[in-house]
């Protein structure tokens, strides 16, 4: 359990991963996926995350944890779980905002690890429901996702990066994907060692437009 739980933990924080990028930020590059649930009545009850992490990372972080070569959601299981609790600590890479007021939410739910045999990475999956069902109708729900230490990279994929399960006619999605870090923030920030979880300050400011956005607006 000792290892799972290193595992766990290196998976959601990236913590000493020799990954491609292993001396420099970000450690861990995540490929993310958003599925927006809907209620019958049209409003907004939760965010479904897809998670794929690197492939270097993957392999880092799955060692040992196959069955006669398989790595199946039962073998993988324990280590979804102890991610889910360490993500907690992150407030899960999510912001969920309407109107200028943030959103709260609550434990993850429904949350597995799937193996792609194709590629090899690794696909965390988990659901976070809303407090309370949200209409859309007069303020568009945004969601923040995206780590403000750029330890952990989130790209939204590119085909496909969102879906609207069971929503009502009228509502569309939107991605507004971040800005680039220029040459200069970028080799600033190459050169901070992988002991580093939490930027300096003089650094904390460049990666705060680093967010991906998902806008949801319900006519």
């Keep these: 359990m000792r290892r799972l739980l290193i595992c766990g933990l290196l998976l959601a924080v990236g913590v000493t991963a020799p990954t491609h990028k292993a001396a420099a930020h970000p450690h861990v590059i995540v490929e993310a996926r958003a599925e927006i649930l ?5 409003e907004v009850m939760a965010v479904r ?5 690197d492939e270097a990372f993957s392999s880092f972080a799955k060692q040992g944890l196959d069955k006669d070569g398989k ?23 999510t912001r969920m905002k309407t109107g200028g007021k943030r959103l709260e939410f609550g434990k993850p739910e429904n949350y597995w690890i799937d193996h792609d045999d194709k590629d090899g990475t690794l696909v965390l999956q988990f659901t976070l429901a809303l407090a309370a069902p949200l209409p859309v109708a007069a303020a568009p729900l945004m969601i923040e996702i995206g780590d403000p230490e750029y330890f952990v990279a ?23 994907e971040p800005a680039s870090l220029d040459s200069a923030a970028a080799s600033q920030l190459s050169r901070l060692p992988s002991s ?13 437009s680093l967010f991906n956005v998902v806008i949801v607006t319900c006519s």
């Design 154 to 176: 989130f790209e939204m994929a590119k085909a496909k990066p969102v879906a609207l399960l069971q929503a009502r006619a009228g509502c569309e999605a939107r991605v507004r």
């Design 49 to 53: 995350h897809l998670w794929r992490f």
């Design 71 to 93: 790595y199946t959601r039962e073998t993988l299981q324990p280590l979804a779980e102890v991610n889910v609790k360490s993500l907690s600590e992150f407030s899960y890479f």
């Design 196 to 208: 580093v979880r939490q930027l300096p300050p003089e650094l904390s400011g460049l990666t705060q």
């Design 38 to 42: 809907f209620n019958e009545k049209g």
